[in-house]
Nanobody, 132 residues
Framework: VQLQESGPGLVIPSQTLSLTCTVS??????????WHWLRQPPGKGLEWMGT?????????ASSPSLKSRTSISRDTSANEFTLTLSSVTPEDTAVYYC???????????????????????WGKGTLVTVSS
């Protein structure tokens, strides 16, 4: 599977950033696949921002720097998923990546255990600069 990020390279502070990840070579609705957004600010480590699952469930980061500003969505007809980050500041300047993680589960009559294999497919990343 291949992933490709797209979106603006420059965003004005206080505006909303939207990035799209286009997936090819596989369907985003295929079972037990999880689609993530991460970012890496200059000189810092990777930060998870959010996830949309194969079934459409979404999760967003609740860290102090991202809380209530991040949303994840998908367009199954276009085989894409999108990150939206509102009220951006220069601290949101980063390389943004979309990734894929596969997993599965084991279950019995009284238990259900999810497992994950790690992020095995990455987009090349897109640099977003927040500046006036």
């Amino acid at each position: 599977v291949q992933l490709q990020e797209s979106g603006p390279g420059l965003v004005i502070p206080s505006q909303t950033l939207s990035l799209t990840c286009t997936v090819s070579g596989g369907s985003i609705t295929a079972k037990y696949q999880y689609w993530h957004w991460l970012r890496q600010p200059p000189g810092k480590g990777l930060e998870w921002m959010g996830t949309v699952t194969y079934s459409g469930t979404t999760y967003s980061a609740s860290s102090p720097s991202l809380k209530s500003r991040t949303s994840i969505s998908r367009d199954t007809s276009a085989n894409e998923f999108t990150l939206t980050l509102s009220s951006v500041t220069p601290e949101d300047t980063a390389v943004y990546y979309c990734t894929r993680e596969r997993g599965g589960y084991v279950a019995g009559s009284d238990y259900h255990i999810d497992y994950f294999y790690g992020m095995d497919s990455w987009g090349k990343g897109t640099l977003v600069t927040v500046s006036s």
